[in-house]
């Protein structure tokens, strides 16, 4: 863990605690600004299970989001010698065979 990644964990630490300290004011005063009644009816009317179902299909059918796909490339396991393969290379690591998908 480098220097620069320590302070933006310390950092995000810390502001989670000061988020979780105030988290009641924050509610209060996006009760008082609307905003939970707004994001309510836009649960109800907009975001029904029909169109939470339709999204995720159309996710899947497109081939997914990158980030998904790129994790699935990530954790493959070579088809020889079952080694499981954490470079994006073409070749296993283990025994030099070229992966199929690569
Ligand atoms: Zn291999």
């Given at each position: 863990m480098t220097p620069?990644?320590?302070k933006i964990v310390l950092l995000a630490i810390l502001a989670?605690?000061?988020f979780l300290?105030?988290?009641r004011s924050v509610v209060e005063w996006l009760d008082q600004a609307?905003?939970?009644?707004w994001a309510q009816h836009v649960?109800?009317?907009y975001v029904t299970g029909?169109?939470?179902t339709v999204i995720l299909a159309m996710l899947f059918l497109l081939g997914g989001p990158p980030i998904i796909a790129r994790c699935a490339r990530i954790f493959r396991r070579c088809?020889?010698?079952g080694q499981k393969s954490l470079s994006e290379g073409r070749y296993c690591g283990a025994c030099g065979r070229r992966s199929p998908h690569g």
């Open positions: 620069g990644l320590k989670v605690v000061v300290a105030n988290a609307g905003v939970i009644v649960r109800s009317e029909t169109a939470i088809p020889v010698c």
